[in-house]
């Protein structure tokens, strides 16, 4: 047995390792859904408060927000999806990627579903800034009406400079993140309870039945309030992306403890004060606090406004790396921004498109309140696609019954699915700017996927097997190529195939290097590889080896690096007589390739601003070669 204060000392490790992250994942998991009291109730008002609001309306609509936050937040994502992870890994393409393990029939459709829910969380990406940014910093204009003005530029100025430090990673800021956040909720939930006396009848929000009887009476107004309702619940996707990054422990304890018990006194305050003084519905979150606080408010509500933005921006880097690695993206530039942490990455592309889309929404809306009505249908969209492959990820991977699985999701998909036609109603007010960044995302991602399948299957009817073409090219005669000193290393995707690469040498420069190596990058359905499963390598003759590389999705397929290391274990080889083998293929479109030409000139395209592959795959710049052929699709 190990001494008792060396077991304390442990102890006291873990402990605080675990208030570190749960501290953490406040800042990076819950700044999205933590911003959204600054909007959620003041829009869910908007629809029914033109005849005036009765009493039992205003405490209906704040059941009706806390039992949102409950069954959605609390019972879905905390305590049941946290649960399905990808060896620790969540989001909607690290389920997609471990459901095609299993699936069979159903693969085509979950990969639609699976592409669709990660398109919405990248328009998600989009409104989020905007959103938040916007709503925070409108606060000014209970300052003085005359700084109305104002509010617009210095939301581009704040968004422009978000986006601009992406580059110098997230490291140095995200220390700040969970003690900023944290204090942000410990505001809120404190204003709140201090509210909460202005009408103790609020209480009677805990009851789920002023829920019901206030959508029983509304009617259609109660179906358009839902939309705005749902607002209560902007970031929750987030909670499950981001379960890598902190583990599923930290997350739960940080909603209980600070975030879930915040939020519902802040929403519970803000009822209680509207019944008081129905005047404050213009803003009722502003207007909770008193007028020498507004300022240090503002400025508090800004910085959360802007860690939410932060959270959601790495989510949208993070979800494009999976997707490239998975094979639902072209190649792009990935730079690692922290030395330690793989998960800091920037992504210099992404965040351009993010940049411009973001302030095309504040530009083009104008305000909080326009922009809010928008932003709905990619946050319900994207629950009731996680919802859906929840599903097959319970029938598959738990192996419950169908009927359990049924009677356990089918009323939360229910839920969600009214919130889901409340959110369409406003497809004319804006909801068609999400519907149509979803459609373009998941576009872009099919057509990458479906053009490489035809591209693979196209060229390997072409290809020669390399079991035929060893022996063929070793066979001694006057037609042999020249033997040449050094190692060839050919990147190839089909190791079973002759790379064209390799066949373009031979017959434009008819040499042969003594050693080559047939080298493939498998990028597997799991987050990480550890480094004893990383190779395959089989050598097939004298002067050729196979070697397969495996990578996870989330890690940095490094070629340089892993083959340093499978020098230790014997391959000898040296960087400085060896050459890396390229094909670069130049793609013509075909009508008759299987896609339409729309889609082919759009895969062609994505192909040609695909970054290097010498690049990406981390290769000596000094020691690649590249050899092309026209491939027609």
Known sequence: MGHPAEHHAAEKTRTHSLFALTLGSV?????????????????????????????????????????????????????????????????????????????????????????????????????????????????????????????????????????????????????????ITALWFIVMGAIGLVHIADDLSILKAFNPWYAMEFMLREGFAGIVVLGAVFLTVTGAEALYADLGHFGRKPIQLAWFLLVYPALTLNYLGQGAMVLQHPEAMSDPFYLMFPEWALIPVILLATAATIIASQAVITGAFSLVRQAIHLGYLPRMQILFTSETNTGQIFLPGVNTLLLVGVIALVLGFESS?????????????????????AFEFV??????????????????????????????????????????????????????????????????????????????????????????????????????????????????????????????????????????????????????????LRFGFMQSHNVSQALAYLRKTGFKFDIMSTSFYLGRRKLVPDAESGMPMWQDRLYIAMANAATDPSDYFHLPANRVVELGAHVII
């Open 27 to 179: 800042g990076v998991v819950y700044g999205d859904i933590g911003t959204s009291p600054l909007y959620a109730f003041r829009e869910a008002l908007k629809p029914v408060a033109s005849d005036g609001l009765t009493h039992m309306e205003i405490i209906g609509l704040i059941s009706l927000m806390i039992w949102t936050l409950t069954i959605i937040v609390t019972l879905k994502y905390v305590i049941f999806l946290l649960r399905a992870d990808n060896d620790g890994e969540g989001g909607t393409l690290s389920l997609l990627a471990l459901l095609t393990k299993s699936a069979n029939g159903q693969r085509a459709m979950l990969m639609l579903l699976g592409l669709i829910g990660a398109a919405l969380f990248l328009g998600d990406a989009m409104i989020t800034p905007a959103l938040s940014v916007m709503s925070a910093v409108e606060g000014l204009k209970l300052v003085t009406p005359k700084l109305d003005s104002a509010v617009l530029p210095i939301s581009v100025v704040i968004l422009i400079a978000l986006f601009a430090i992406q580059s110098k990673g997230t490291a140095l800021v995200s220390r700040f993140f969970g003690p």
């Open 369 to 389: 309140e326009a922009l809010a009505t928008a932003y709905g249908i990619s946050v319900t969209g994207a629950m009731v696609v996680t919802t859906l492959m």
């Open 395 to 548: 029938r598959l991977r738990w192996n419950w019954p169908q009927t359990v699985a049924i009677m356990v999701l089918a009323p939360l998909l229910a839920f969600e699915l009214v919130f889901l036609g409340a959110n369409l109603l406003k497809i004319h007010d804006g909801g068609w700017v999400p519907a149509m960044m979803a459609a373009f995302f998941t576009i872009i991602m099919w057509t990458w996927k479906r053009g490489t399948a035809i591209l693979f299957e196209k060229t390997r009817r072409i290809d020669v097997p390399l079991n035929t073409f060893v022996p063929m090219v070793e066979k001694k005669s006057d037609h042999a190529p020249v033997s040449v000193p050094g190692i060839a290393i050919f990147l190839t995707s089909d190791p079973e195939t002759a790379p064209a690469a390799l066949l373009h040498n031979i017959k434009h420069n008819h040499v042969l290097h003594e050693k080559n190596v047939i080298l493939t990058i498998r990028t597997v359905n799991k987050p990480r590889v550890s480094i004893e499963e990383r190779y395959r390598l089989e050598k097939i003759s004298e002067r050729f080896t196979v070697i397969e």
